[in-house]
């Protein structure tokens, strides 16, 4: 039998074996850093890619997120912003190269500044993450049926790992690595109107295994390895209900578990949103936690090493709170007044007003808030995130996640922190 024959067959059980092999080595460490830079980053808040670089954040991160990418109502890829994603030119002083963009080029906008801040660290993994909690509506629609599936899959590898833009062929190939799925959440509701399906459990795992095959093919062609990633619901209701846990992890690159929104102005009482173990005195059931939520996992299969926790870079506030306890568990009239949305304040924001409060800390639960007698905010300031970092690194954890890198400060105090504690 001529050995031509088994060139083709070799070569694609080569690919399929690299695009399925987990991210486990990357800077040198086996411990990741993943951070979420959102396309909305670059216009209130003023924070552009090249802040990655000017802030230390860049060569601290082994992974980066680019939020988000939208699905329509058949399950295809779109843009969610095509403006900030790839059309928005880039004067020199904003650049990450320092050379200002110029009419007709084939790609501008994030994507443009995210290709330049490769170039500057060729080690960085840099993923498009799909859906959130505002893009989520039609993900059940997609992983419906094999063909729905296949179709799925075959556009977002089209646009975003091919780069085939709307009238842009080929203009963003080589931007990213893979593919980071945020559909929140399977067979169960996250934003209102969302399609929810008792069948997305199991489709969930089908589109992932749908994802694997495709990027194998793609590997074969390309050589390139592409990583599959997700982020993963807190509450163990929601994971029970909506994610077959083993076989996930198993089609995944690692996963990434949410750290934080455990308890936010939604509740009468205020609370911890980012505790690695539960309070003692935590009046609510059931309780929530880094701990609770990754124990969970763990028990359900999924293997600590591709086991990425979650950490804020931001706060969750309430105001009219009955001052006893420093705040803590009392009730409140409302979200707390803030920059951008009631309730919820950038650490570097917060931080400026500092000294209108005084932070608390309850170290055995891994916890810390902000207290000025009538107003509450949760504090994930450099000591917790440096605690948070030493957890992951005791448990031998994945890996740390960030959400999001808007949050820190322009000297990086917070990712400077999380990684000390990582390392």
Known sequence: ???????????????????LAPQAVAHGTTTRTVGYYTQWSGYDRNFLVRDLVANGTAPRLTHL??????????????????????????????????????????????LNQLKQLKARYPELRINISLGGWTGSKYFSNAAL??????????????????GNLPDKPGAAAGVFDGVDLDWEWPSSEGAPGNVVRPEDKQNFTALLAEYRKQMGKLTWQTGKRYDLTAFLPADPRQVDRGFEVSK????????????????????PLTNQQSS???????????????QVAIDHYLKSGAPKSKVVMGVPFYSRGWTGVRNENNGLFQPATGPAPATYEAGYEDYRILKTQLSEFTVHRDAKAGHAWLFDGTTFWTWDDPVELKRKGRYVAERRLG??????????????????????GLS
């Open 1 to 19: 039998m001529s050995s031509r024959r088994w060139v083709v067959p070799a070569l694609l059980a080569t690919a399929m074996t690299v695009a």
């Open 65 to 110: 997120n680019y939020a988000f990418g939208f699905l329509d109502e058949t399950g295809k890829c779109v843009s969610a912003d095509p403006w900030a994603d790839y059309q928005r030119p880039f004067g020199a002083e904003q650049s990450v190269d320092g050379t200002a963009d110029v009419a007709g080029q084939p790609l501008s906008g994030n």
């Open 145 to 162: 049926t094999p063909e729905s599936r296949a179709a799925h899959v075959a556009s977002c590898i089209d646009m975003w790992l091919k």
């Open 248 to 267: 996930v992890f198993g089609l995944l690159t690692f996963g990434t578990i949410q750290g934080y929104d455990y308890h936010g102005a939604w509740d």
């Open 276 to 290: 690695i173990r539960t309070p003692e005195a935590d009046p609510t059931t059931p309780p929530f936690s880094s």
């Open 399 to 420: 890996g740390a996640m960030i959400w999001s890198l808007d949050g820190d400060t322009a000297d990086g105090e917070l990712i400077k922190a999380l990684t000390s």
